[in-house]
């Protein structure tokens, strides 16, 4: 019989797989084992989330057909043809996320299990570094956002049901899509998961980086100032001659007279020095792993993510402004709700765009300075020394071992992707509130 798959897990993370756990997408079972979380796959927890997010999916479905079904005027979500496309198109994106993120948990939750257990190990192996990424700020941002989630949802299905009484419309309707809010509740708790998990991979990857610029302080080559010789600093007063403008081969042969930075040795180079960087190094491999096998586990769920920004902020700002350019049946203070409430919507998505992207962000640019701080010390040190073997070892490593965040391939996650989602909500948005115009016309 084989043995349970186990590892330990920070408080922040463990904090949202406690609340997934409740939704249906982490059938974990925790074990505390002394100062310690550890999880491990539950299969009775495996039953209860296919259950409910196979009734929450139906009720969201039975809901959406009795109100497409009714009047215009008494629909509850559909009071005009383009709100009716928009909504069937929200609860289908919403429900896929629901639908992937549950019924693939067993497996999501084994592959969380090995990539937590061999970060556990790398972050083991970097003790002696600080990481200026805590896990206290991630664990007040969980607490935080999953406050945040909650209020606005509960807040937006309440002036729901109060719109759906004081109109006279059909209030079992209204109940019924509160299982929309629970899946989208569950999309957020998958965005977390994400959040919090490529932030433990970057974490590890300070480690790393703070590692090298230890050892570029330990060997003085930060601080490096070169003061030339007394030879050298004749040939650098000295006026060179000047060949003549037709002649290309004189031209090239005063390149020798330019004097080149010396190489630094190191001054405590030996074998401490070259299982510095051999363990940075294959630290440094077992990261870009850890990267891939992220991507790799999270594509679909991370491509679902996107798509549901992407139409949340097209449909946000579209209710918005239909709420300022026509003339709304409400009055007293659900006129001015609705406004703050889309408000508030629009700002929670683009922090969550926002939110999504900037650790894969910052996990790139990490490894950009990881190769700059090794080409570094790799033309400062001096060949003769034993650590250039381990150095270009690492190099190499840097160049062959290159990971990113990619869903799928399709795109990377870069702060540039924030501005090409931005300008096509922004292309989107002038079409659909035309059309709703000239529709009004």
Not at 202 to 216: E, I, Y
Not at 375 to 388: H, N, T
Request: proline share 4%; glycine share 2%.
């Amino acid at each position: 019989m084989k043995p349970r798959l186990q590892c330990m897990v920070p408080p922040s993370l463990a904090l949202a797989l406690r609340v997934s756990r409740l939704a249906g997408i982490a059938p974990l079972k925790f074990v505390a084992k002394q100062s310690n979380i550890m999880i491990r796959l539950s299969t009775s927890l495996c039953v209860y989330s296919y259950l409910l997010v196979t009734a929450l999916n139906v009720c969201t479905l039975i809901a959406v057909m009795i109100d497409f079904s009714v009047p215009v005027k008494l629909s509850i979500r559909m009071q005009t043809e383009t709100k009716r496309f928009v909504w069937i198109a929200d609860v289908v994106i919403v429900g896929m996320l629901s639908g992937v993120g549950v019924y693939t948990a067993p497996i999501q939750m084994r592959r969380l299990i090995a990539y937590l257990h061999r970060i556990h190990k790398i972050n083991s192996d970097l003790q002696t570094y600080s990481s200026s990424l805590t896990d206290k700020m991630l664990h007040r941002l969980t607490i935080g956002m999953l406050l945040i989630t909650s209020v606005i949802i509960v807040t937006d299905f309440t002036f729901v049901m109060y719109l759906a009484d004081l109109n006279h419309r059909q209030l079992l309707i209204a109940i019924m899509y509160w299982c929309y809010y629970c899946s989208y509740f569950i999309a957020h708790l998958l965005e977390m998961q994400f959040v919090l998990i490529a932030a433990l991979a970057l974490s590890s990857l300070k480690l790393v980086n703070n590692g090298l610029r230890t050892l570029l302080h330990q060997s003085g080559i930060e601080s490096l100032t070169e003061i030339p010789n007394s030879n050298e600093q004749h040939m650098a007063n000295a006026v060179l001659p000047q060949p003549p403008k037709k002649s290309v081969n004189n031209s090239i042969d005063t390149l020798a007279f330019v004097v080149t930075k010396r190489s630094v040795r190191f001054p405590t180079a030996g074998w401490t020095d070259q299982r510095t960087i051999r363990r940075l190094a294959l630290s440094y491999g077992s990261i870009c792993e850890v990267v891939r096998q992220i991507d790799n586990n999270n594509g679909i769920i991370v491509l679902l993510l996107l798509a549901s920004f992407l139409l949340h902020l097209v449909v946000t700002p579209y209710y918005l402004i239909i709420s300022f350019v026509t003339e709304s049946p409400h009055t007293g203070f659900e006129k001015v709700l609705n406004p703050i409430l889309q408000t508030v919507w629009c700002l929670y998505h683009t922090f969550g765009l926002v939110m999504i992207i900037e650790p894969c962000h910052r996990t790139h640019e990490e490894m950009e300075t990881t190769r700059e701080l090794v080409s570094r010390v790799m033309c400062s040190a001096d060949p003769r020394d034993p650590i250039s073997v381990e150095l270009e070892m690492f190099f190499r490593q840097l160049v062959l071992n290159k990971a990113s965040y990619a869903p799928l391939k399709v795109c990377t996650l870069t702060r540039s992707l924030v501005a090409t989602i931005l300008g096509s909500i922004t292309t989107y948005l002038i079409v659909i509130v035309q059309l709703e115009i000239k529709n009004m016309q």
